[in-house]
């Protein structure tokens, strides 16, 4: 690569401009989508987070900021499409703060990197040499601090507190049985929608089937790990809710720069906030009710 095209990546990931969405991949049955790239893209994911989860839990934490740097860059991507320019510098160095942080030395010193992220976000803003003082730049750049690496930082800490890798993947089972049920039961019985404004094929009905599906994980999950079952109701229930409600703020997101998926990183799925905007805004309440039925955090 030479030297002017590495300027150019670079800038690119520093300055994300409006996102251009491309030729999709071509699709392969009726799954309205490219099925080989998809399961091979899935695959490597799931295989990367599973052996890092299992066996070098340092690794999981990287993979995780990993995952972080795409979804700020889509963000960035989303927002340049609205006229707002995110602080990108500081929130790739922030997230990496936060992940490390929430990591190393637990939920005080997460906030307190938090606190620092948002303080280089507005100064950053101040200090930058541009014509016009945008405070939506500024509150934009806050609300991807605390969508992406602070809530992601909870699958780090759920991690470090427990030091047990099936409450993380419980965490991740029960936000994709949410999002599975109410996909199986919104295609088969959904009659009356939601919010139709916002995300036309989510249903009430589906709601129910989400609703169903993670309380039954979340039961079986507490129960075998000797926890009351009943806990895995408040967790089913809160996985279901608030995943729908992450769901539905990136199709907001999505809709408002008029895009169809967040970006062509990930090939057959879309973006990588298309697969983790559930589990972001899932992990932070998951992880109180986790910490309280097993007696651990701080």
């Known amino acids: 690569m030479s030297a002017e095209s590495l300027s150019n990546v670079v800038g690119r990931i520093l300055h994300p401009g409006p996102t251009r969405e491309g030729e999709p991949l071509a699709e392969t049955g009726r799954a309205g989508r490219n099925l080989p790239a998809a399961i091979t893209t899935g695959v490597i994911l ?27 860059w889509e963000l960035g991507g989303a927002f340049a499409r609205l006229g707002i320019t ?14 490390t942080c929430a990591w190393l030395l ?46 992601a930082s ?13 409450a993380v993947g419980a965490v ?3 936000v994709v049985a949410s999002d599975t049920g109410g996909w199986a039961v919104g295609v088969l019985i959904g009659r009356h929608p ?13 709601f129910a089937g989400s609703v ?23 967790a089913g229930v809160a996985a279901a809710f608030i995943g729908t409600i992450g769901d539905l703020t990136e199709s907001l997101i999505k ?22 905007d559930s589990l972001l805004m899932s992990a932070p309440v998951l992880y109180v009710i986790i910490s309280a039925a097993f007696g651990t955090g701080q």
């Open 255 to 276: 809709r408002e720069a008029g895009l169809k998926d967040m970006s062509r990183l990930l090939p057959g799925h879309g973006g990588v906030l298309d697969r983790v």
């Open 106 to 151: 637990g939920a005080e010193a997460l906030l307190f990197a938090l606190y620092i992220t948002v303080f280089a976000v507005i100064t950053w803003r101040i200090l930058e040499q541009r014509s016009a003082s945008r405070i939506y730049d500024v509150v934009a750049s806050i609300f991807v601090a605390v969508y992406v690496p602070f809530a």
């Open 46 to 72: 799931v295989t990367a987070l599973t052996l890092s989860l299992v066996f070098a839990h340092d690794l999981f934490s990287v993979v995780i900021a990993v995952l972080c740097m795409g979804a700020i």
């Open 194 to 206: 939601m919010i139709p404004r916002i995300s036309p094929k989510k249903s009430w009905e589906g």
């Open 172 to 174: 991740v089972a029960m």
């Open 212 to 234: 169903v599906a993670a309380i039954g994980v979340g039961v079986t999950f507490f129960a075998l790990s000797q926890a009351h079952w009943a806990w895995g109701i408040a």
């Open 154 to 166: 909870f699958f780090l800490l759920l991690l470090r507190d427990t030091g047990n890798p099936w």
């Open 86 to 99: 995110i602080a990108a510098a500081p929130l790739y160095v922030g997230a990496v703060g936060i992940l």
